[in-house]
């Protein structure tokens, strides 16, 4: 009886095993731009970055790479920490940007890492690191939060080349949700929206009289909305919340019916027309 009771718990741990292993991944530049490109949010990238089953195959190299196809930072940040440090008995680097010996200086001085991000912030410098910057930070011991600070300033931000503007590029498939007071009176309504240089125009499926639009100059913030679902979080809305405080959702019509398409195409063109917008984490529920 003893020995059947063994052999059963050994068979059970054995198949754990088996789908544990099944279940790890090997994360590379190629599948990191893959979840990126299928909509999927920053805070599910990172939760397979930081999974232990998982092993993050990149180099630092790779994460510029990421940078320049708008990947986020903090998704950036969290490869950067599993990213190997260079061997102990690699010669010493040289940063191609020599301000950031004086960076390392502040880092080995043993000052506080939120410090040195602060620093970072108010000093009014342009960074635009490169493979060979950032092999020097990590074998200096940067942290992954100074690596974002540097790559947030505004060269940093301009470091991946911005197409340019497009001339009445239209997205169609779209729906104004409504908001406040306004859901309760009116109906959602279908129509198009429309990118024309630095102007977002809203053309709506009834004619003019819904119509408006805004500039991309006057946008705080751009986000999408995602439903959790068993085979991962479905973005299926678009938001825009403006300077002035206006925030305009457009939801994707083929939600009810599983397509999103819409609402991504709209987000890579953004991310590939206007970089120097502020990319926000989506955000799961309205």
């Not at 002035?244 to 019916?257: A, P, T």
């Amino acid at each position: 009886m003893k020995r059947t009771v063994i052999v059963a718990v050994l068979g059970l741990a054995l198949v754990a095993l088996v789908a544990t292993t099944a279940a790890a991944e090997q994360l590379t530049l190629n599948s990191i731009l893959a979840a990126q490109q299928s909509g999927s949010p920053a805070d599910g990238i990172i939760s397979m970055v930081n999974n232990p089953a998982n092993t993050v195959a990149m180099t630092a190299g790779d994460l510029v790479t990421l940078r320049n196809a708008g990947v986020s930072e903090a998704v950036i940040a969290a490869i950067w920490a599993h990213v190997p440090s260079p061997a102990a008995a690699q010669p010493l680097l040289r940063p191609d940007d020599v301000r950031l010996v004086e960076l390392v200086s502040l880092i080995n001085s043993g000052m506080s890492e939120s410090i040195i991000n602060d620093q970072i912030g108010q000093s009014q410098r342009d960074y635009s690191l490169s493979v060979n910057d950032l092999l020097y930070l990590k074998q200096n011991g940067a942290e992954e939060s100074t690596i974002a600070a540097l790559m947030a300033t505004p060269a940093g931000l301009s470091a991946a080349p911005a197409m340019a503007p497009p001339a009445d590029l239209a997205f169609d498939n779209l729906v104004l949700v409504k908001t406040g007071l306004l859901r309760f009176f009116r109906k959602d309504h279908p129509g198009r929206l429309v990118m024309d240089g630095d102007t977002l125009r809203w053309e709506d499926g009834r004619g003019s009289e819904g119509s408006f639009q805004f500039q991309t100059t006057g946008i705080k913030e751009v986000w999408l909305t995602c439903e959790a679902r068993s085979s991962g979080n479905f973005c299926h809305q678009i938001n825009f919340q403006i300077v002035k405080g206006d925030r305009y959702r457009f939801q994707d019509s083929g939600r009810e019916s599983g397509s999103n398409a819409a609402v991504l195409d709209v987000m890579e063109a953004l991310r590939a027309h206007y970089p120097r917008l502020t990319f926000g984490t989506p955000s799961v529920g309205d």
